[in-house]
């Protein structure tokens, strides 16, 4: 009881808040259970591929136990792709994508001897862009320096073609049809609220959101959210507040939406720019 265990493939994660010792002779015995039912259907559990994640300040960061080997603690931990540290934050992640992008750059570079401008840019969508992007809902950035750390490679990327370096970065993104990719973080999460909101994924929007309709005017959609009082930066911007705002300013007309198509297509006649905070444009 208490115990969390979540399931992807071939990754397990267990989780519990540690507010005693019963939760930690809980989760203890969960991990001893775990290594019951691999050992019944003979399928090894790999320790030193297993880490433990100590969350928050007051936590005792009690050492566990797989099949009496210690599980290797570590200040931050790679969970489906995506790096996060014992402070809730994506520094390592955002530093890892930034790095391994500007290595898929200068491969493209290198492999393609061709220098027309919409082959390379093509070329950068499908093979380097989504390394910037990738579970962005999960980690997409508040700091200015990790904004324009990321905007930076996209940057670098359309100063590098043949014929645009003496445009400024506006221009270049017009001209490529491109979009800055804190717009693109921002429709991201936008888009996850509507799937989210409308039943089109497998969670339960209540688990994220509180609706907030009886707490503003009529004034506007009926999709209306109730924005959270935050204490910290990692409050401020988890998913489920930092872009209610944005969500509530949208018009009704965009929210209600059918389908997700056509959410996305609506989403490309506005014009967010009171909502970008990097210095991208």
Same mark, same amino acid.
């Given at each position: 009881?208490?115990?969390?265990?979540?399931?992807?493939?071939?990754?397990?994660?267990?989780?519990?808040?540690?507010?005693?010792?019963?939760?930690?002779?809980?989760?203890?015995?969960?991990?001893?259970?775990?290594?019951?039912?691999?050992?019944?259907?003979?399928?090894?559990? &790999?320790? =030193?591929?297993?880490?433990?994640?100590?969350?928050?300040?007051?936590?005792?960061?009690?050492?566990?136990?797989?099949?009496?080997? =210690?599980?290797?603690?570590?200040?931050?931990?790679? #969970? $489906?792709?995506?790096?996060?540290?014992?402070?809730?934050?994506?520094?390592?992640?955002?530093? &890892?994508?930034?790095?391994?992008?500007?290595?898929?750059?200068?491969?493209?570079?290198?492999?393609?001897?061709?220098?027309?401008?919409?082959? =390379?840019?093509?070329?950068?969508?499908?093979?380097?862009?989504?390394?910037?992007? +990738?579970?962005?809902?999960?980690?997409?950035?508040? +700091?200015?320096?990790?904004?324009?750390?990321?905007?930076?490679?996209?940057? +670098?990327?359309?100063?590098?073609?043949?014929?645009?370096?003496?445009?400024?970065?506006? #221009?270049?993104?017009?001209?490529? &049809?491109?979009?800055?990719?804190? $717009?693109?973080?921002?429709?991201?999460?936008? &888009?996850?609220?509507?799937?989210?909101?409308?039943?089109?994924? #497998?969670?339960?929007?209540?688990?994220?959101?509180?609706?907030?309709?009886?707490?503003?005017?009529?004034?506007?959609?009926?999709?209306?959210?109730?924005?959270?009082?935050?204490?910290?930066?990692?409050?401020?911007?988890?998913?489920?507040?930092?872009?209610?705002?944005?969500?509530?300013? =949208?018009?009704?007309?965009?929210?209600?939406?059918?389908?997700?198509?056509?959410?996305?297509?609506? $989403?490309?006649?506005?014009?967010?720019?009171?909502?970008?905070?990097?210095?991208? $444009?």
């Amino acid at each position: 009881a208490g115990v969390i265990c979540k399931l992807f493939a071939d990754d397990v994660k267990i989780y519990i808040t540690i507010d005693s010792d019963s939760s930690i002779n809980q989760l203890a015995m969960a991990l001893q259970k775990l290594c019951e039912w691999s050992s019944k259907w003979q399928l090894s559990i &790999n320790v =030193l591929k297993c880490n433990v994640l100590h969350i928050g300040k007051c936590n005792p960061n009690y050492n566990y136990f797989l099949n009496g080997c =210690l599980i290797q603690s570590f200040d931050h931990v790679r #969970d $489906l792709g995506v790096e996060v540290d014992d402070q809730l934050k994506f520094d390592h992640h955002i530093a &890892n994508v930034v790095s391994r992008a500007y290595q898929r750059l200068a491969i493209l570079f290198k492999g393609f001897v061709s220098r027309d401008a919409k082959l =390379l840019t093509r070329a950068y969508v499908v093979y380097v862009r989504p390394i910037l992007e +990738y579970c962005s809902s999960v980690w997409s950035p508040h +700091y200015l320096k990790d904004i324009d750390a990321l905007e930076q490679v996209q940057r +670098y990327f359309t100063r590098r073609l043949h014929g645009f370096k003496h445009f400024c970065y506006s #221009d270049r993104l017009l001209l490529l &049809n491109l979009e800055s990719l804190e $717009l693109r973080r921002l429709k991201a999460d936008l &888009n996850m609220y509507f799937k989210i909101l409308n039943n089109f994924v #497998d969670i339960d929007a209540s688990t994220f959101f509180e609706s907030g309709i009886n707490n503003y005017q009529t004034r506007g959609h009926n999709f209306k959210l109730r924005k959270d009082i935050c204490s910290t930066d990692q409050q401020l911007n988890m998913f489920s507040n930092r872009v209610i705002d944005c969500w509530n300013w =949208l018009p009704e007309s965009v929210v209600n939406c059918k389908t997700v198509n056509s959410f996305k297509y609506c $989403l490309n006649k506005i014009n967010f720019v009171d909502f970008l905070n990097g210095r991208a $444009l």
